[in-house]
Every structure is written in structure tokens, then in C-alpha cells.
T-cell receptor, first 115, second 109 residues
Framework: DAGVIQSPRHEVTEMGQEVTLRCKPI?????LFWYRQTMMRGLELLIY????????DSGMPEDRFSAKMPNASFSTLKIQPSEPRDSAVYFC?????????????FGPGTRLTVT | AQRVTQPEKLLSVFKGAPVELKCNYS??????LFWYVQYSRQRLQLLLR??SRESIKGFTADLNKGETSFHLKKPFAQEEDSAMYYC???????????FGKGTLLTVNP
């Protein structure tokens, strides 16, 4: 397995534009997590899914952020409109409930810069 | 509520010196503790899980329930150990991991 895959790896966009980040979890994993990492706030959990259903989105900063998981192998995190303070590294992670669900496997991250 | 505290944001040691990265947690149930490592501009990787009681890259960590701690230790630090280290706590039915703020370890030559 190639592990968790994220795209794009880098994204530079202008304020006000829509940004879509993509994630493919490890095959067979039933939990998917989206995190945001910044120097100031560290690693923050934004939202997580179980069997494609959002379980907890309390970490989503505001309505400009939305996430979907249309099937077991794909999830998106969308920011519309983007703002400079959204600049961060966004990580996707997945885990498997039957085999140690707390252990999460992370993707390489998407480094987002909003100018 | 679950909480993880890593009191040191930065830790600097010399090569060959012992290193200890501190982690304290708050959780009323039975915890699962992990250490993740993130090398420069790379993904977070699982380093240790307390239930395995293993040593990875010379690192060990012992869960002390009395002190609610899970400190990461290595007797002789190497330059390649320089990275960001995150302590993480899992427990209960919500299947989330609660991460500490991280400690940036720098091992100087």
C-alpha cells in the first residue's frame, strides 16, 4: 500500500479563491481525519469521518471550511473563500478500528499558501 | 476531557547526550499513548506506542499512570534525531487522538 495520499502537495492561491485539498486513505481503513498544522497552534483536528460519515466537525474553524467523503477511498477539504490566515500545512490521516483504531497513519500533507 | 501537555516547545542537546522529552496527560479512562515524530517538512510517523513496550531508533517510553506521564527517552542522542516530536493520547469511544503541541528537538554536533 502506498500509504495515505494527498494532493496537491503545494498550493499557492490568492485570497478569495476556492481551494480544494484531496486525500486517499489507506485501503481498508474506516476512519479518516483532517488536521491543520501551524507554528502558532500546532496540530489541530478539523474533522473526522467513520465509514464515510462525518462524526465530529467541531474543529472546523468556520463556515468557509467544508469536508466531504463521497466514498471509502476519497475525501476533500474545501476552503471557500480562502484567506491568508488559512495558510498552513493540512494533513490527512486514516486508521482502522478493528486493528488498533487509535493509531493513525498520516499523509505527506498539503502546504497551502494564501496571498 | 482529554488533554496532553508537552511542557517544552524547544529542546536542544549535544550529540551523545541523553535526551528526555516530557509528556503528561489527563484522562479518566484507560489511555493509549503514542509518540509521533516529524522530520523536517515530512509527514508525521508513528515512533512508539505504549502497548508495544518497544524500543525504536533507541527511543523508549514508559507509561506511568501514577504520574500520568509518558516521557520519551534516549540515552545517546544522534544528529538525525533532530525533529518535531508529538505525544498523542487515545481513549474512549470517539476514536480521536489528542495531540500535544509538540517539542522541537535539536541535536547539535
Amino acid at each position: 500500500d502506498a500509504g495515505v495520499i494527498q494532493s496537491p502537495r503545494h498550493e499557492v492561491t490568492e485570497m478569495g479563491q476556492e481551494v480544494t485539498l484531496r486525500c486517499k486513505p489507506i485501503s481498508g481503513h474506516d476512519y479518516l481525519f483532517w488536521y491543520r498544522q501551524t507554528m502558532m497552534r500546532g496540530l489541530e483536528l478539523l474533522i473526522y469521518f467513520n465509514n464515510n460519515v462525518p462524526i465530529d466537525d467541531s474543529g472546523m474553524p468556520e463556515d468557509r471550511f467544508s469536508a466531504k467523503m463521497p466514498n471509502a477511498s476519497f475525501s476533500t477539504l474545501k476552503i471557500q473563500p480562502s484567506e491568508p490566515r488559512d495558510s498552513a500545512v493540512y494533513f490527512c490521516a486514516s486508521s482502522s478500528a478493528p486493528t488498533g483504531h487509535y493509531e493513525q497513519y498520516f499523509g505527506p500533507g498539503t502546504r497551502l499558501t494564501v496571498t | 476531557a482529554q488533554r496532553v501537555t508537552q511542557p517544552e516547545k524547544l529542546l536542544s542537546v549535544f550529540k551523545g547526550a541523553p535526551v528526555e522529552l516530557k509528556c503528561n496527560y489527563s484522562y479518566s479512562g484507560s489511555p493509549e499513548l503514542f509518540w509521533y515524530v516529524q522530520y523536517s517538512r515530512q509527514r508525521l510517523q508513528l515512533l512508539l506506542r505504549h502497548i508495544s513496550r518497544e524500543s525504536i531508533k533507541g527511543f523508549t517510553a514508559d507509561l506511568n499512570k501514577g504520574e500520568t506521564s509518558f516521557h520519551l527517552k534516549k540515552p545517546f542522542a544522534q544528529e538525525e534525531d533532530s525533529a518535531m516530536y508529538y505525544c498523542a493520547l487515545g481513549g474512549g469511544s470517539n476514536y480521536k487522538l489528542t495531540f500535544g503541541k509538540g517539542t522541537l528537538l535539536t541535536v547539535n554536533p
